[in-house]
């Protein structure tokens, strides 16, 4: 199956750095994703990690190491707007259950002014 | 450009009346279609997942069911709703097994 953790909530002041870390233990591994969701909407694509290393994409960058089964979510020059939900999942990658998406519960993020 | 359409946004329905949600994607061919739910304050719950017309499996046994009528259409049923069927519904594509999922604006469910 597949087990994946992140932290419940974190908070952070605006222009700061936050890290959001994730573990994962998974029968199978294809690729680690993060989503950005604000209350009461759908989650949005922020970042995908299939091989070991830091994948940066403007302000959010996303760090992946397989062999330890962690991945992090790095945000940086924090803005108010980015308090939202911040959610991990994983692609599986067994024969039986081959691509299917598994989400962890997701970290609530507060920015404060 | 793809786009995912899902209905209605919000809905109230009685315990035991029946459930159908819809989900269409446009602007891609045979997509992989997920079924997620999300409870009050927890995480998403995959439900349902198909790779292909008539291909689903599903994840959680319970008192939902999902069918792929055509390539681009996903839809969950319920015959007989229970209150512990509220909460936030999502339908999501992914164009292959190893990229990333959208999704949909999802279907908020109270069942009273």
């Known amino acids: 199956g597949q087990n994946i953790d992140q932290p419940t909530e974190m908070t952070a002041t605006e222009g700061a750095i936050v890290q959001i870390n994730c573990t994962y233990q998974t029968s199978g591994f294809n690729g680690l994703f993060w989503y950005q969701q604000h209350a009461g909407e759908a989650p949005t694509f922020l970042s995908y990690n299939v091989l070991d290393g830091l994948e940066e994409k403007g302000r959010f960058s996303s760090f992946l190491s397989r062999s330890k089964g962690y991945s992090y979510l790095l945000l940086k020059e924090l803005q108010m707007k980015d308090s939202a939900s911040y959610l991990c999942a994983v692609r599986d990658s067994r024969g039986s259950t081959l691509g299917r998406l598994y989400f962890g519960r997701g970290t609530q993020l507060t920015v404060w002014p | 450009s793809q786009t995912i359409h899902q209905w209605p946004a919000t809905l109230v329905q009685p315990v035991g009346s029946p459930l159908s949600l819809e989900c269409t994607v446009e602007g891609t061919s045979n997509p992989n279609l997920y079924w997620y739910r999300q409870a009050a304050g927890r995480g998403l719950q995959l439900l349902f997942y198909?790779?292909?017309?008539?291909?689903i499996s599903s994840e959680v046994p319970q008192n939902l069911s999902a069918s792929r009528p055509q390539d681009r259409q996903f839809i969950l049923s319920s015959k007989k709703l229970l209150l512990s069927d509220s909460g936030f519904y999502l339908c999501?594509?992914?164009?292959?097994?190893?990229?990333?999922?959208?999704f949909g604006q999802g279907t908020r469910l109270t069942v009273v």
């Open positions: 198909s790779v292909g017309i008539g291909q």
């Open positions: 999501a594509w992914s164009k292959g097994i190893n990229t990333e999922a959208f």
